[in-house]
């Protein structure tokens, strides 16, 4: 048992290796960090993400709600996203859209001051794409339901 490597060398070799993407930002939103799984997901190497704008991975139009909610977080170094799991599109090196979810860890130096914060994501868009099609589904057989008549006893037969 001696022999197991150290806490330190697990982290990096964690983090190095996971196919979860783990994006790490400073304070302004600059990537410091970018794993082999966000290569994977994302398709920039780290050489082409590191020391760029998380704008490269954020769809223009939602960028003014993002950057409004990682300024108050880096402002309070309060966020809810550190339990609770946020659902987002984002954007591939190919200009594909792509949906991820992800949590986050606020980075805080020993004084408390937030330095940056680090998430880890997962591409997800394959399921949301399947649940997707099952609600136009439901959606359709509803209103098939609703056409023949059907639906209305149902509803009401459910709320007794």
């Known amino acids: 048992m001696n022999d197991f490597p150290a806490p330190q060398w697990l982290c990096e070799k964690i983090v190095e290796q996971s196919s979860i993407a783990i994006i790490v930002g400073d304070r302004e939103g600059i990537m410091r960090l970018w794993n082999a799984g966000a ?16 704008d490269m991975i954020i769809p223009e139009k939602h960028r003014p709600r993002h950057w409004e909610g990682y300024d108050k977080v880096m402002a309070s170094g309060v966020t809810k996203y550190g339990s609770s799991v946020l659902a987002v599109p984002a954007l591939t090196k190919d200009g594909r859209r792509i ?8 980075l805080k130096s020993a004084d408390g001051q937030v330095l940056g914060i680090a998430a880890s994501l997962q591409d997800v868009t394959a399921r949301w794409e399947r649940d997707k099609a099952l609600r136009a589904r439901l959606a359709e057989t509803e209103a098939k339901l609703k056409q023949a008549g059907l639906l209305s006893g149902v509803l009401s037969e459910n709320k007794s």
């Open 99 to 106: 949906s991820v979810e992800f949590n986050v860890v606020l």
């Open 39 to 54: 290569e994977s997901i994302f398709g920039w190497s780290a050489a082409e993400a590191l020391g760029k704008s998380m």
